[in-house]
């Protein structure tokens, strides 16, 4: 890994297929996660933060064993478009970032980036072709410690069966599960058996 | 999509190349995921929930346009083992479970999904034979309506460069990105220009 190129055009292929667009964020992600990965060792089992929501996981699941399901890749929405890459043991690592200062050679992403202009101004082949030239070239980085408590796996305790929904939820969550307490999206019954 | 069967062995196949290994979890969120495919049109252009972090949104991501980063799949996490599919513009669709009823015929299953053994005392090999024997037996279903302030999308608004990291965030977020405001998760300065 360490030393192999990256390979943008079959990365960008994989995006069409796995994010559904080529969207400009997957694609600045491809590089930030190809140069992340080249600042640890091959061998080191590590384990990621997306520091957004936004398009940046996607490049992660894609170029890393790190996917949100198996919890090797945490979501903390810092609404940064950054990520780390850490040990998952012993918590040391990289943090990758888009830096605004460097962006300035590139007027295009800049624009995209920090939303200058409305997307039917944007040129979608534009900023792509300033992102294939730039790769990491806008990407800052420096090492990072993850705090220990950080790296603690949460169990997540005893399962029961909420007397409300009379599905299985986590006790530690009340004498009712996170959903029968509130907040739900769903407007039809929630608990369907009455609550 | 809506009359074609699943084809566990090749689903078990991506499962352990995406997620890293055959989770119990990920096996039966495939089976959840064509049930609940197979409730709504193959036309409906549709958004994802999953009600838990753990193991589900993979299953969604693999086997559904819906990924993390490209919004169309939340995460809202009320500990339980369930997911919606619904139309992403009129908020109309379907939920998935587990059924801890319908578990009392699948003793594996059972004692895997409330944690009844230990790790040791569990066999995989028995649990996975169990889940996929039974297959969608194990879940339950109903429609569902989203309330329409969850279907909206959320605009980020401006993006500013934060005063203390010089990082791009949310001006919505307040005067400086939420990661210098506290809560990061990192010991190294999170802020090299300093605050």
Redesign the interface.
């Known amino acids: 890994m360490k030393e192999s190129p990256f390979d943008i055009e079959d990365y960008i292929h994989r995006v069409q297929s796995?994010?559904?667009?080529i969207?400009p964020?997957?694609v600045i992600?491809g590089f930030m996660v190809h140069l992340a990965r080249t600042r640890i060792p091959a061998t080191t089992l590590f384990d990621a933060?997306s520091?957004t929501?936004?398009?940046?996981?996607?490049?992660i699941?894609m170029l890393t064993?790190c996917?949100?399901?198996?919890?090797?890749l945490k979501?903390?929405?810092?609404?940064?478009?950054?990520l780390?890459l850490y040990d998952k043991y012993h918590?040391n690592g990289v943090?990758v970032?888009?830096?605004?200062?460097r962006l300035e050679k590139w007027p295009e992403i800049k624009a995209w980036?920090?939303?200058l202009k409305s997307k039917k101004e944007q040129s979608h082949e534009h900023i792509l072709s300033q992102i294939k030239q730039a790769g990491v070239e806008i990407c800052g980085e420096?090492?990072?410690?993850?705090?220990p408590e950080?790296l603690k796996k949460r169990d997540?305790g005893?399962?029961v069966?909420?007397p409300s929904?009379?599905?299985?939820?986590?006790l530690q969550?009340g004498d009712f599960?996170?959903?029968c307490q509130g907040?739900?999206?769903?407007?039809?019954p929630d608990a369907?058996y009455g609550q």
């Open positions: 796995f994010h559904g667009h969207a964020g997957v992600g933060i520091e929501p936004a398009c940046l996981p996607d490049a699941q064993p996917t949100v399901g198996n919890s090797w979501i903390i929405n810092f609404g940064r478009f950054a780390s918590g943090r970032f888009i830096d605004p200062e980036f920090f939303k420096f090492p990072i410690q993850i705090k950080f997540k005893k399962v069966i909420c929904c009379r599905e299985a939820y986590p969550d599960c996170l959903a907040n739900s999206p769903y407007i039809t369907p």
